[in-house]
C-alpha cells in the first residue's frame, strides 16, 4: 500500500482517504489471498463471532441494569459474572 500511495502521490494521509486508497487498489489491483490464509482467516473470524456475541449480551445487561434499577440488578449482575467467565474462557 505504501508504494501504490507513492505512486499515485497520495501524500496526506486521514482514515477517509487511507480508505479510499485501498479500495481504489482493491479495484484495480485485485489481489487474492492463498488458499491457506484464506482458511486462517476463516478460523479467525469463527473464533471471533461468539466473544463478540457475548461482549454484546453483556453490554446489554450492563445498559438494563440502568433502565430497570434495583428490581432486576441482582439478576443482570449474575448474568454479567457470567458473560465475564464466557469472555475470559474464548480469550484464552
Given at each position: ?5 507513492g505512486a499515485i502521490e497520495q501524500l496526506e ?15 484495480i489491483v485485485q489481489p487474492t489471498l492463498p ?17 463478540q456475541q457475548v461482549m454484546e449480551m453483556r ?34
Amino acid at each position: 500500500m505504501r508504494r501504490y500511495t507513492g505512486a499515485i502521490e497520495q501524500l496526506e494521509k486521514t482514515d477517509n482517504i487511507d480508505a479510499a486508497v485501498i479500495a481504489e487498489y482493491a479495484a484495480i489491483v485485485q489481489p487474492t489471498l492463498p488458499p491457506k490464509k484464506i482458511k486462517n482467516l476463516l478460523a479467525i473470524k469463527d473464533l471471533l463471532a461468539p466473544h463478540q456475541q457475548v461482549m454484546e449480551m453483556r453490554t446489554k445487561e450492563l445498559n438494563r441494569i440502568k433502565v430497570m434499577g434495583k428490581s432486576f440488578e441482582r439478576s443482570c449482575k449474575r448474568l454479567i459474572k457470567v458473560f465475564d467467565i464466557e469472555v475470559a474462557r474464548l480469550e484464552k
